[in-house]
């Protein structure tokens, strides 16, 4: 679609970027896809449009969006033969579990969590039925931010222990049938890396093209204006000046956060040599922290100053999906993830695990890697671009439309509607259909805790936290697709009763804090505006047990957590069957032991309904149907459901004509016609 052309609008919401590009921006505003699909609208020319919303958008949004949509001209529209599940590689069935390290468990009180700690409660996953654990950045950091600033890929950093903590932790998840991979974040470096500080000492050297560099004005101490108007989104503009080198810097997040230049050739093989190594330990793959900016736009230019006041960052369309993004993951999937036809095995692999939970010898080493796309701003059509079956890129990606109802973000402080989950992920998998498998999750550190968004001030009301609790884990994990569960959504974690700046250690949210003071608001104004959305609630320590530290740490933890609750720890309800935690391995084991639930068909139950969310997993073997109260009030059943016999449910096994706050089930299916529906 070239940038001469003046498509009608149904042309651009065609097109897999253009439609995302466009639902991305309702999205924003909290309206819905029929102010673009209706007749009238869809046959109105861009320039029509661009013209009628210059007020909002101005006098760019056209040029900027055909430029987006031809980049990615030869994006695929057809959709890719099915994959029988014999040829399904191992992560399609499996279940994911993050571990924030920092937060999860301190072997030498130090306050801060460790990998020994990990090592500790890796009988905790394994006993939950975790196929693969994702660990979270433990590479060697100054840890502007916690450690998604890399100083050397190839150490630990040293609160989190040494390299040999990291092969024994290896071989220990294989040994109990369990993955593991890492966080990988290539798209910075922290400004201590090796190949920064070689870039500042000889800018026009080697080194000086690893990174987006750019000359002052003649005379330029800083002070001038910087080479374009892109933000960071960690607060204020996107450029450091750099006064030893004479350079300005780009860096999308902190100031010590600097992007890499992917555009240089050596910089990808630098990071395919990355993934090599550490595949040749024994790690099966990667976490790809926000893959999808790695490709920017030749010359950098400005923002569309619009664009960036409706999304939040001026410049994002120049990287949010990058003119080569597909050329440089394809190249990493084959230069890095992919083992060499004759590599020597790895130390250990993981053993096999069968639908019954007992382990089997060891798995042959995975011929390619799993990768894992963190992709902020992506939609359903990228998410097909990039994690399509026949693509060659990413096998998963995360899609972050999820967590927030429409017009709002996660600074905002309001009651989370489930309907719009449920049609999100209906959505979602209509359209995904057997081009990619979704990536399910509620919770990340990156987020506040579901739980509280969805409650509110009642997250503290212990029965109706363990309901809805129970109810997020069901549609977790028995809709199509990979769970990714986060450390502590097993117990019903949920958000933390900060009362002060002080209490708070994320970088992002002490930049809010203070930009919001700059702009006049008092501490506790700001506060208000920063707690919704602060990063700080997932980092809390995990909560092993009652008492002072919750058996995280015999010393100060390194953030502060205030939660008092009785029994939302693990020793409270581990020996308890019908406990969080308790529900947890019972859904997965179910999960494990019948093919259905994690790779059948799904048959989608009163579809309308914004209370009651059904659907039936079906394959050979039978068929199984799921609900879930998505509300706090008890709801009437819809008339015409399957008879099915209860196996696992919330608030007992029978099913009645209604169903109680919260409630969910999973029940057998039977041929016979129910008699009470």
């Known amino acids: 679609m070239s940038a001469e052309h003046d498509p009608r609008l149904r042309e651009i919401y065609a097109h897999p970027v253009g439609r995302d590009a466009i639902d991305r921006l309702l999205l924003q505003i909290g309206r819905s896809p029929r102010w673009v699909t209706n007749p009238l609208a869809a046959t109105m020319r861009l320039s029509t449009l661009a013209r009628l919303a210059k007020p909002v958008l101005g006098d760019r949004f056209a ?112 040994e109990r049938g369990m993955r593991i991979i890492l966080d990988l974040v290539v798209n910075h470096t922290s400004a201590e890396h090796a190949w920064f500080q ?33 933000t960071s989104f960690f607060s204020g503009s996107a450029w450091r000046w750099i006064p030893q080198a004479q350079r300005w810097a780009l860096h999308l997040f902190a100031p010590g956060q600097v992007d890499l230049r992917w555009e240089e050739p050596q910089v990808r093989a630098e990071v395919a040599d990355i993934v090599q190594w550490w595949r040749a330990r024994g790690v099966d793959g990667f976490r790809l922290d926000v893959i999808n900016y790695i490709s920017k736009r030749p010359d950098l230019p400005d923002g569309n100053e619009a664009i960036g006041a409706l999304l939040g960052f001026p410049g994002i369309e120049h990287y949010f999906f990058g003119p080569r993004l597909h050329e440089y993951l394809r190249d990493l999937r084959t230069h890095g993830f992919t083992r060499a036809p004759h590599a020597p095995a790895p130390p250990s692999t993981a053993r096999e695990r069968h639908p019954d939970g007992t382990l089997g010898e060891p798995l042959p080493p995975d011929a390619v890697g799993v990768m894992v796309g963190e992709t902020p701003g992506v939609g359903v059509e990228m998410t097909r671009l990039l994690a399509g079956t026949d693509r060659g890129e990413l096998d998963l990606v995360f899609n972050f439309d999820v967590l927030d109802n429409p017009g709002k973000t996660r600074w905002d402080d309001y009651r989370y509607d489930l309907g719009y989950l449920k049609d999100h992920y209906l959505d979602y998998l209509e359209r995904v259909g057997h081009d990619a498998r979704i990536a399910l999750f509620l919770d990340n550190h990156d987020n506040p805790r579901m739980l509280s968004k969805v409650l509110g001030p009642r997250a503290h009301e212990p029965a109706l936290r363990s309901s809805l609790a129970k109810a997020l884990a069901t549609i977790q994990l028995m809709l199509p697709g990979t769970p990714f569960l986060y450390q502590g959504q097993e117990i019903a974690a949920v958000d933390q009763d900060f009362t002060s700046a002080a209490e708070l250690r994320d970088v992002e949210s002490l930049n809010r804090l203070a930009q919001l003071r700059t702009e006049g608001l008092s501490e506790e104004e700001a506060l208000a505006r920063v707690l919704p959305g602060a990063r700080d609630h997932a980092r809390v320590p995990m909560r092993w047990s009652p008492g002072p530290g919750a058996g995280f740490s015999t010393g100060s933890p390194w953030q502060p957590a205030s939660e008092a609750s009785v029994g939302f720890t ?7 069957p019908d406990s969080v935690l308790g529900f947890y391995r019972r859904l997965i084991a179910l999960r494990r032991a019948e093919p259905a639930l994690s790779g059948g068909g799904m048959r989608v139950l009163a579809r309308r309904s914004r209370t ?53 089930v999973v029940a057998c299916v039977s041929a016979h016609p129910s008699s009470s529906d």
């Open 63 to 174: 040029p900027s969006l055909l430029e987006v949509l031809a980049d990615h001209d030869d994006a695929p529209t057809s959709t890719p033969a099915v994959v029988t599940s014999a040829e399904q590689p191992w992560w399609t069935r499996a279940v994911f579990y993050q571990v924030y390290p920092r937060s999860f468990a301190d072997s030498d009180g130090d306050g801060v969590g460790d990998l020994r700690g990990v090592l500790s409660r890796l009988d905790h996953l394994a006993d939950l039925g975790v196929d693969c654990l994702w660990l979270s950045p433990i590479f060697d950091s100054p840890n502007e931010d916690m450690g998604y600033d890399v100083r050397d890929y190839r150490a630990v950093m040293a609160e989190m222990g040494t390299l040999a903590d990291l092969d024994e932790l290896i071989a220990a998840c294989h």
């Open 198 to 230: 070689a870039a500042v000492a000889d800018p026009e050297g080697p080194y000086g093209s690893y990174y987006h560099l750019r000359p002052g004005r003649p005379g330029e101490d800083g002070t001038g204006p910087p080479p374009n108007n892109w």
């Open 570 to 576: 693990v020793a409270e309800q581990v020996d308890d």
């Open 612 to 664: 009651y969310f059904g659907w039936v997993r079906s394959d050979a073997a039978g068929d199984w149907l799921i609900e879930v109260n998505l509300t706090d009030r008890t709801i009437r059943r819809p008339r015409g459901l399957p008879h099915a016999e209860g196996v696992l449910g919330s608030a007992g096994l029978r099913r009645g004509a209604t169903m109680a706050p919260y409630e969910c």
